[in-house]
């Protein structure tokens, strides 16, 4: 690197964004709700162990178990879910317990599932007091909005606006606000030692596998949104891109030039076409972030959400809130114009690595 100085790389991956095209939208109207906690869309937030190879979802999805949760959502004994017409293995309600995923009550020998469950009616009900948090926010933003637009279209680079306001606008500001001030993971136990946390199962879903990674490097953040239609050049090559770009904005290392050649991220000479945000539009993105953050917040902790969530703390809601503003904000933004997509979702196929470049962008202090 160009100043000598030992970069320090962490890449944080930050979860996925509900959001869907307009022909998937269509498709989950037609799509009635089962009785399957397996085939509706769950979020899990939480501590994990590392050791075991699993996950929460991927046990909610073995055997029938997504309709044990699904039958047992008020309590219930064994005997209970079999008349339910549910046949299952003691071991699999072990399982379960031992995951968090069910609880057990040994005075009434009931079983009940930890998984906070939102069908079409409380998710109708809940989105639509999302959606009126979500203009007061787009008005709140428009003069914002606008600039951010005409600063992207003068380097040619509206197609980055999605990336820029998902990837730390509406969501990597806001989890390292949830982690340092109201969301902290809870630890391992004894008594809960593959996962401790909580999560939440919604229908109809609409849902498009956005994730975000970001690598910060010195006073640099590298985000780049990842999307399922298009396959990069891998996690360690994207922690030594933002290594390489640190000091002097230039891909300098021949190696990472053809890993990302035709990319659209650097010219020829190796000098970065991607949008950096420096100076007084960096605190204007973190501002913008801060508010979303404030709004997040605040309707998360109004007593009508809290009492249609029916979760434990303020935090569990914001999570929750949180995922859903971001989805209903950019879902606003699509339907206004005001944004487009990064990649075209109605047709994946045709996408390829030059769409890379709209999914990234680097933030400097």
């Known amino acids: 690197m160009g100043n000598g100085k ?14 869907g095209p307009h022909h998937a939208r269509e498709a989950e109207k037609e799509k009635a709700c089962s009785s399957d906690l397996s085939a509706w869309s769950v979020v899990v937030r939480g501590k994990m162990s590392r050791e075991r190879g699993i996950r929460p979802l991927q046990v909610i999805r073995m055997d029938n178990n997504g309709e044990i949760l699904y039958a047992c959502l008020a309590a219930k004994t064994a005997d209970q879910i079999r ?8 071991s699999q ?7 968090n995923l069910l609880v057990y009550d040994g005075d009434a020998k009931t079983y009940r599932t930890t998984i906070h469950v939102y069908g079409p009616d409380k998710i109708a ?3 639509s007091r999302v959606r009126a948090s979500v203009e007061r926010l787009a008005a709140t933003f428009n003069s914002d909005l606008r600039s951010l637009k005409a600063r992207l279209r003068e380097i040619d680079r509206e197609k980055n606006m999605f990336a820029v306001l998902y990837a730390y606008v509406l969501h990597g500001y806001a989890m390292n606000q949830f982690g340092e001030e109201i969301y902290r993971k809870p630890l ?15 229908c109809p879903e609409m849902k498009f596998p956005v994730g975000n990674l970001v690598f910060p490097v010195e006073e640099n953040r590298f985000f780049s949104v990842r999307a399922g239609s298009i396959e990069g050049p891998g996690f360690r090559r994207y922690a030594a891109l933002a290594q390489d770009i640190a000091a002097d904005l230039k891909v300098d290392d021949p190696e ?19 949008p950096v945000f420096e100076g007084a539009w960096a605190a204007r993105l973190e501002d913008m972030a801060r508010k979303a953050y ?5 309707l998360a902790g109004s007593p009508d959400m809290r009492g249609l969530l029916g979760m434990a703390d303020e935090a569990q809601a914001a999570m929750f ?32 690595p030059v769409d890379i470049g709209s999914l990234v962008f680097l933030i400097r202090r």
């Open 83 to 90: 008349a339910a017409g549910i046949e299952f293995r003691r």
């Open 294 to 298: 404030a709004e997040t917040t605040a």
């Open 125 to 127: 009900e809940i989105r």
């Open 6 to 19: 030992q970069a320090i790389v962490t890449a944080v991956l930050l979860g996925g964004l509900l959001i």
């Open 188 to 202: 391992l136990s004894a008594e809960h030692p593959f996962w401790n946390g909580f999560a939440w199962a919604l």
């Open 93 to 99: 309600l072990e399982l379960l317990i031992d995951w």
């Open 321 to 352: 809130i949180h995922y859903e503003i971001r989805y209903a904000f950019l879902d606003h933004l699509l339907k206004s114009g005001m944004i487009r997509p990064p990649i075209d979702f109605e047709n994946g196929e045709r996408n390829g």
């Open 256 to 274: 990472l030039k053809a890993d990302f050649s035709g990319c659209d991220i650097f010219d020829e000479n190796g000098g970065l076409t991607i």
